[in-house]
């Protein structure tokens, strides 16, 4: 004899079609397997109009969240419909009425995250969100569960599918940033307005979600180092290219002895590095635990069916082991925040400069007054530009504080156009 578990849930978009077409799929298995059968009894939408990518018969759908939440068929709440301030509203409501939730929300994770794992250990009430951070990738059950033994020393991330995804066709197609960007949106991988996913904001989002679980405590997103994509050219590719790399926006998380480094940006890595071959729309995790050494994560990151994915396997979660939903420990005291002058690594930087005799000397002289060693310099004239070159240098390990001061210096040097740029190279050069 079977259980029926009612879901109540609330946005019936890409995702919450999705999943209504994987529980619709998925049934009879879930019975043969468990004897559960998932229904959503009760949906909750914005336009009662729209055309829905999933078969809404059976479902009462309506626009007043009060349908939901004060509804005594509905078992679990599933909220997908993003923001802060009324998805915070549902789930702490569902949970302060002793409801097991759901979300995939990370905007809603990393701002009110604790406050929602205090109130689910409080109530002993599940509240999972395993589709926040990776899509169709399982990385908070593997932190929760399967590496629950081990102590995560560093974490390297793609977590954001459409930067990705640009980045792949920059690399691999030469295209410009706005034509990868504009073929991700006809792709579907990108949305109208792009802004969170291209400047790192997204990933930012999840990264905070992520150190939670593996650290503790909380994390101000003011204190993250972070930065997109939009500032990166062809150039930036030719050079990976001489070096056998490839450029990537990787979240990055490093247990140091005085504190957590945390920051979002784009980085040059050794196309040897399990990420690199990590393309289009694709995300990945890749993790170094004290007791299981390297562990790499990959999967789609996004779309209907990968996030859906998440959630109903986070559902099935809690159908199955009636599990009690403890959070991280929110309530430890967190650990420092390494600040981000003080984060150090390797660069690459690129100068526009004026053809004339002296002016890479002074670049080096400048580098050396705010203590940033050269390893290696490079320079060539700009095609079919009379009088202008291009400079590339490599720089010995240095903090960002420094970096970011001796490149001001130089932009302000007479003989150099432009302000110049640098991007972060993980591992060095000839890293695996």
Known sequence: MSQTVRLGVFGLGTVGSGLVNIIRKRNAHLKDRYGIELEVSRAVVQNLSRKRSCETDGIRIGTDYAEILEADDVDIVVELIGGTDDAAHIVLSALEAGKPVVSANKA?????????????????????????????????????????????????????????????????????????LKLAGEMGFAEADPTFDVEGIDARQKLLILAAHIYGGVFPEGEILCEGITRLTESDFRFARKYDMTVKLLAIARRLEDGIELRVHPTLISKRHPLAGVRNEFNAVFLNGDA??????????????????????????????KAAGDPPESHRKS?????????????????????????????????????????????????????????????????????????????DLSRIRGKGKYIRIEGGLNAK
């Open 292 to 321: 299981v050494g390297e562990v790499m994560l990959s999967g789609r990151g996004a779309g209907s069916l990968p996030t859906a994915s998440a959630v109903y396997a986070d559902v099935v979660d809690i159908c199955t082991r």
């Open 108 to 180: 809603l994770l990393a701002e009110r995250g604790p406050e929602i794992m205090a109130l689910a250990h409080k109530k002993r009430t599940p509240f999972f969100a395993e589709a926040s951070v990776g899509g169709g990738i399982p990385i908070l059950k593997t932190l929760r569960e399967s590496l629950v033994a081990n102590r995560i020393d560093s974490l390297t991330a793609i977590i954001n599918g459409t930067t990705n995804f640009v980045l792949t066709k920059m690399e691999e197609e030469g295209l410009s940033y706005y034509e990868a």
């Open 335 to 411: 650990p420092a925040i390494v600040p981000p002058d003080r984060i150090s690594s390797e660069y690459y930087l690129s100068f526009t400069i004026e053809d004339k005799p002296g002016v890479i000397g002074e670049i080096a002289t400048t580098l050396g007054a705010h203590g940033v060693s050269v390893s290696s310099v490079s320079a060539e004239l700009i095609p079919n530009v009379p009088d202008l070159g291009e400079v590339e240098i490599i720089v010995h390990k240095t903090t960002e504080a420094q970096i970011r001061q001796a490149v001001q210096a130089i932009g």
